[in-house]
């Protein structure tokens, strides 16, 4: 069984992952996965705006571009088969997914409403 950590602060969106997959770890914030990336992951899948808002400044810490920051900190690779970031802010995403990319992690873009079309079939 594949160990996914999703994060998205939608707790529709969250909901959905979850019925697909009943054994993700689901967070809401970049805190929460901050942390649970202590442990080894399948998938990690991101989303950029966090808290209720959208489109937000890729600078602000509260965000998946704030998790990518701090991923790209860390001394030791992160045990992370693959990043999925499915926010629908797409130039945010493509960042994100352009420096996990750089520092050798395996990283795409999965729109989220690709990604619900996928869930829901």
Known sequence: MKRRLFLDDN?????????AYPSAMLVETAADTITALSEPWDEVWLDHDLGDRVFVDSAEEETGAGVVRWILTQPERLKVAVFYVHSLNEPAAREMIT??????????YYPWFDL???LVS
């Open 116 to 118: 619900v079309r996928e």
């Open 99 to 108: 420096k996990l990319q750089d520092a050798g992690y395996e990283a795409r």
């Open 11 to 19: 707790a529709d969106r969250r909901r959905c992952f979850g019925s």
